[in-house]
């Protein structure tokens, strides 16, 4: 005897008959496994996240301390130490090369600056006109020196650098001292950036407690390795000008 369809449906014990019911809705798409899906992509995302949050990246920190000393360093040699005069500080002179104008050009751009020994310094202009406005430049400027025409050459100046007095080497521990406060001010200022992050992350709970306090501890080993260096700069640069 051959059943038609509403009479197979009706022999069907009820499990069977279930079975039945979900392959046939399994076939058209899934709101549930949607809803699954995007959950799941959260979680990835929220994952990823809480990864790119690492306590001990204290790569700000440590450019900030090297970037400091770096700064440190360049003022520090700008100055004069231990007797011996900078060339930079010449190269850096503004010259006005019109009479009353506002724009100024930098001296290394219109003359060669060449030490001759310890305490002579030589200026080879390019150009003959450039000769009195960078010797009015090098008159004004807080030097306190006195370039002097070459006998025997048009271009070129010469001058002699006097040694330094007691006074100057005082200003110049005053300024390097100073230069050493800036450069400890700017580690504070990076350790300061470093340690609101890690609070954020603790107040957040972007990473655990135990991590960001060893995170902390290496910051400050970081921060006290950067203030010893530029402490140590100024006692080298102080000891230098002392010997003088």
Known sequence: MVLDAGQQWRFLTPSKRFNLTT????????LCKKKDKSRKLTGA?????????DPYDLSSLENGIVAAVARLKDELSKLRMGGRFNT???EDLRVSLSKGGKETVRLGELAQVVPK????????????????????????SDLSLTPQPDPHNILQLNISIPPPTKELREQTVVAARAAM???????????????????????????????VRKAQ????????????????????????????
Do not use: C, W, Y
């Open 23 to 30: 392959r046939s809705f399994s076939n058209s798409p899934s």
């Open 45 to 53: 995302n929220t994952e990823l996240s809480i990864s790119s949050e």
């Open 88 to 90: 930079e500080s010449l």
């Open 117 to 140: 020994g310890g305490r002579m310094v030589t200026i080879l202009a390019s150009e003959e006109e450039h000769m009195k406005p960078i010797t009015s430049a090098i008159l004004s």
């Open 181 to 211: 406060e800036k450069a400890a001010g700017a580690v504070r200022e990076s350790r300061s950036v470093s340690h609101k992050r890690l609070q954020d992350m603790q107040k957040k709970k972007l990473a655990r407690p135990d991590d």
């Open 217 to 244: 501890e290496h910051m400050e080993r970081l921060t006290e390795k950067g203030q010893k260096e530029v402490k140590e700069l100024f006692d080298a640069a102080k000891r230098a000008l002392e010997r003088v």
